[in-house]
């Protein structure tokens, strides 16, 4: 072989070799790229659902979970909206029953995961003495913590009550609107409000000392939450593997230790 063909065999060697590399390298990048979860969830889950992003990742390392807290009806214009959303958990199955009546979300994803019920809250101290829902059409009582009637989970069933019991003419004028339950919250635990509506969760996760739950809780029924895998999805089966995590053994363990009511059966066999 002469030196022209040596060099030509070598150069053509070093084309090879670097397009494998670059092959390699390419497939190895592809393999080492996380793909990326948006759950969409309202805001009485997030120190839960946080706990659950952290051991979820840790046994998916994969998967790059990415929290999006806020009201029920919200989230779900948000998904109606074309949001890159993955998975949907409201605290509300009617935001849910709209989403999946309209094919939002896939409806063999869907189960019922969590669930708690109302309470009224007060500052420390309770200097009104409120201890049923009709105290708060007393005089003394200005200000409510609630959140907004038609989005919020707890807004919508807590206006529910207080018409059903004739006190909602009596004490809407009274109601300071915030975005969340948790600012609702908030609120209370600023002394900025004589009382509001929360989850009973809720209370668990208050500043310590700034809030009391009056002994009549406005709800004794369960508010059940679902979660779904959106049907726009990029990633179902990874949404699923989330899903399947939030339902198992290790989420339902995370649930309960912030307060929540863990269904005994799913949505289908409920």
């Not at 101290?125 to 009709?134: C, I, K």
């Not at 002994?215 to 508010?223: L, V």
Request: glycine residues 6%.
């Amino acid at each position: 072989m002469n030196k022209r063909n040596e060099t030509l065999v070598v150069s053509i060697a070093i084309i090879f070799f670097i397009a494998i590399s670059a092959f390699i390298t390419n497939l190895i990048g592809e393999e080492q790229q996380p793909i990326y979860l948006t759950i969409s969830t309202s805001a009485v889950l997030t120190e839960a659902f946080t706990d659950i992003e952290e051991e979820f990742e840790a046994e998916n390392p994969e998967i790059n979970v990415i929290m999006n807290f806020a009201n029920a009806g919200s989230l779900r214009m948000q998904i109606e909206g074309g949001a890159p959303i993955d998975v949907y958990a409201p605290a509300d199955r009617v935001q849910m029953d709209i989403l999946a009546s309209h094919g939002y979300v896939y409806n063999d994803s869907r189960k019922d995961f969590a669930g708690s019920y109302l309470v009224i809250i007060v500052p420390k101290g309770n200097v009104l003495n409120l201890t049923t829902m009709e105290d708060l059409s007393k005089h003394e009582v200005k200000k409510i913590a609630f959140t907004d009637t038609e989005a919020s989970t707890v807004g919508k069933y807590a206006k529910q009550e207080l018409i059903e019991k004739c006190l909602w003419n009596s004490v809407q004028n009274k109601m300071v609107i915030g975005d969340t339950v948790k600012n609702a919250m908030v609120h209370v635990e600023r002394g900025e409000v004589d009382a509001g509506f929360v989850f009973k969760t809720d209370v668990k996760t208050a500043k310590p000392g700034t809030i009391e739950m009056i002994s009549s809780a406005p709800m004794s029924k369960t508010i059940n939450y679902s979660i779904a895998v959106v049907a726009s999805t990029q990633h179902q089966k990874e949404s699923q593997m989330f899903v399947d995590f939030v339902t198992g053994e290790k989420g339902s363990f995370i649930l309960e230790q912030y307060g929540f009511i863990i269904p005994k059966h799913d949505l289908e066999s409920a």
